[in-house]
């Protein structure tokens, strides 16, 4: 009967995270998926979240099924956080906020979203970009190309061949982009860059969709939305995928939202029913209990100063660990140029190990990174930080 059903390779990333899990050597590490783990190698509770938590769970509090477009105060969170609580357009009603499960459920309703209303737009991703755009814009339907990003040879932006090619894109035509911390290279653009890549956007009618799921972890939570705030500001009409996964480590409880800004408060009541619509024929409503610690995080201003300290050390240590990886392996190889481990941002890594060394460091090393040389570099601690670097230096000469 299901002879005809395709067999399912796995993920390339979280199929690398079973594998790892299966693996029985005590001295692995995994710098695979984008999960940030804190110096003891232990993923965190943040002592923000324990403290709403623990109040929380001071009365018993009853189930219900929260609304199609998730929770009020949750809702509301994220448009204050995303686009900043004075922003004209919010307090114009002219944005449309969901809440999703995670920044992949946001993706997925988005993608629906579009597809129903620009059926015969097509989408582009960033070259290399993280898999799951792809495969979750054409599971719903799209054809997906990509447009030129990363320069290997100068590990920076491919500048000028990225807005050429904009530029000869049609209206509608729909571009996924990384407002910062860009999965997987590590490498954003700059403000400047930013101006122009929107300018081309509203003069030749792109819709923009910016995934953030690493806000805070670039820069600042402000500095990491400057293409958000960009936007807002020219007046544009955009998607944005939003996550707390990482930055409130919060991962198995999927908080993410979905927020279209909408030329105009009716627009946005439109928009808004449709992917309410598109919520309930997937899933109905979203899960409550992250959705409460994250708006009371949020709307509480001393934890959500709390949580801005707790962020920026998590910041912090993922930089000390690309100094010493950066520092060591040039001691150990003085002829080969390292300088990208300390341009990169945010947790990843794009190393220019090749799939064969990328193997050789899983089989012999019990070192886990992405096929496409991506590297986790929150993964690293002080412990296994020398252990890393004397192996890649060992695949590398
Ligand atoms: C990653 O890129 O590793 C993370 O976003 C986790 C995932 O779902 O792939």
């Not at 571009?175 to 954003?188: A, K, R, S």
């Not at 009409?237 to 909408?262: A, I, W």
């Amino acid at each position: 009967m299901f002879q005809h059903v395709a067999y399912y390779a796995g993920d390339p990333i979280l199929g690398l995270v079973d594998k790892f899990n299966a693996d029985p050597r005590p001295h692995k590490v995994n710098l695979s998926i984008g999960i940030y783990f804190d110096e003891k190698g232990k993923l965190p509770v943040l002592s923000c979240v324990r403290t709403a938590e623990i109040e929380r769970a001071r009365e018993a509090q009853p189930r219900s099924y929260l609304p199609m477009e998730g929770l009020a105060s949750y809702r509301q969170a994220i448009q204050h956080f995303v686009f900043g609580k004075n922003n004209p357009a919010l307090l114009n009603n002219r944005i449309a906020t969901i809440q999703t499960i995670g920044g992949s459920g946001a993706l997925k309703i988005g993608a629906d979203f579009l597809h129903q209303w620009f059926p015969h737009a097509k989408v582009y991703v960033s070259d290399p970009t993280w898999d799951n755009h792809k495969s979750i814009f054409e599971g719903a339907g799209f054809s997906v190309s990509t447009y030129p990003y990363y320069d290997a040879q100068t590990i920076s932006v491919k500048f000028e061949e990225m807005v050429s090619f904009f530029k000869t894109l049609p209206a509608d035509s729909i571009l996924i982009l990384h407002p910062c911390c860009h999965n997987p290279t590590g490498v954003d653009l700059n403000p400047q860059q930013w101006d122009e890549v929107l300018q081309i956007i509203q003069t030749n009618k792109l819709i923009p969709f910016m995934d953030i799921a690493y806000q805070g972890f670039g820069d600042s939570f402000e500095k990491d939305a400057y293409a958000i705030h960009k936007a807002i500001e020219m007046g544009l009409s955009f998607f944005v995928s939003n996550s707390f996964s990482k930055n409130l480590s919060l991962y198995g409880e999927r908080v993410g939202g979905l927020s279209v800004v909408c030329p105009s408060t009716e627009e946005a009541q439109l928009v808004f029913g449709q992917l309410k619509a598109g919520v309930r024929r997937i899933y109905s409503s979203p899960p409550s209990h992250g959705a409460y610690i994250t708006a009371q995080v949020i709307n509480t201003p001393a934890l959500f100063q709390e949580w801005e300290q707790e962020v920026a050390q998590m910041r912090e240590r993922i930089k000390t660990m690309r100094q010493q990886l950066y520092q060591t392996l040039k001691t150990k190889l003085p002829h080969r140029s390292f300088e990208y481990f300390i341009q990169q941002r945010g947790m990843f890594s794009y190393t220019g190990l090749t799939p064969e060394q990328v193997q050789r460091l899983q089989d012999e090393f019990a070192i886990y990174l992405v096929g496409s040389g991506r590297m986790c570099i929150a993964g690293l601690n002080t412990s296994n930080i020398e252990y890393v670097a004397n192996a890649i230096a060992e695949v590398l000469a």
